[in-house]
């Protein structure tokens, strides 16, 4: 069977690498095989691959190379993960094949516009995630700022639950803070807000609007058809409002706690000069 299997590195005469692990072999060469007769053992004996290329990405510590590989031993599955007694390495993959979503600049993106490496969702900033428009590394949940949380918009870490800041939570919140005053998370979740406030800190630059320093900075445009621009928290703020319609811009004052002082110092725009 055809399947998938990553490796750390490459020598300079073309060898796949391994770090030390259940893979008793550590370099690799194309078109050999490779055979192991202790019993197979998933996560302990034998040789470590995926069936689909997509499931790469939702493991950590994916190697920086993926191969297409013949699996032609016996096999134990585990998941997403499998382990053969026996393999050959048929190619390397190229960077285009190991980005299943469009538009990426990282490695190992399904879902597509992702600025960092193994992301299976879409618009991702961070790394390894398998929500969307996270900022933070290895969430499943979407929106969040923080790292490894199951829930949706945490800026806190590791939280099953939702708009948690702190760690190890399970449980939502009934009070937030808006506007640095509280806030009951009914008001919050009925307040109108504006379609400007879900900007994305990246923007794609098509090949035929890059100019000739950004052409030479991206040489990856080549085969993208572009690149993918990482912007600053206020910029990307700032061009979404700059792109708003005005009556959208204006209800920005209809949030719960409104404080045109605090939210310049968030974005940089001065609502009393639109």
């Known amino acids: 069977m055809k399947a998938y299997k990553t490796f750390d590195d490459k020598t300079a005469d073309g060898r796949y690498i391994?770090?030390?692990?259940?893979?008793?072999?550590?370099?690799?060469?194309?078109?050999?095989?490779?055979?192991?007769?202790s019993e197979l053992k998933m996560c302990s004996n034998g040789f470590h691959f995926h069936q689909n290329q997509s499931d790469v990405f939702r493991h950590k510590n994916h190697g920086s190379v993926v191969c297409e590989i013949e699996?032609?031993?016996?096999?134990?599955?585990?998941?997403?993960?499998?382990?053969t007694n026996r393999f050959k390495i048929i190619r390397e993959l190229s960077r285009d094949e190991m980005n299943s979503g469009k538009n990426n600049v990282g490695y190992f993106n399904a879902g597509s516009w992702n600025a960092g490496d193994?992301?299976?969702?879409?618009?991702?900033?961070?790394?390894?995630?398998a929500g969307n428009r996270n900022a933070g590394d290895m969430n499943a949940g979407n929106w969040n700022a923080g790292n490894w949380n199951a829930g949706n918009m945490n800026a806190g870490n590791w939280n099953a639950g939702n708009r948690n800041t702190g760690h190890f939570n399970t449980k939502n919140p009934s009070v937030i803070n808006v506007f640095n005053k509280s806030c009951e998370i009914e008001d919050w979740e009925k307040a109108y807000k504006p379609s400007f406030l879900y900007f994305s800190l990246c923007l794609w630059i098509s090949a035929d609007d890059m100019d000739d320093e950004e052409k030479e900075k991206h040489p990856e445009h080549k085969t993208a058809g572009g690149y993918l621009k990482k912007l600053s928290y206020k910029e990307a703020f700032m061009n979404s409002w700059k792109n708003a319609d005005r009556e959208d811009r204006y209800r920005i004052k209809d949030l719960p706690n409104f404080d045109k002082d605090i939210f310049f110092e968030l974005s940089g725009i001065d609502v009393d000069a639109d």
Do not use: Q
């Open 18 to 37: 391994t770090r030390p692990t259940s893979d008793k072999e550590y370099v690799f060469e194309i078109n050999k095989e490779y055979f192991i007769e």
């Open 71 to 83: 699996v032609l031993g016996d096999i134990i599955h585990g998941g997403d993960k499998s382990v």
């Open 118 to 129: 193994g992301n299976a969702g879409d618009m991702n900033a961070g790394n390894w995630n």
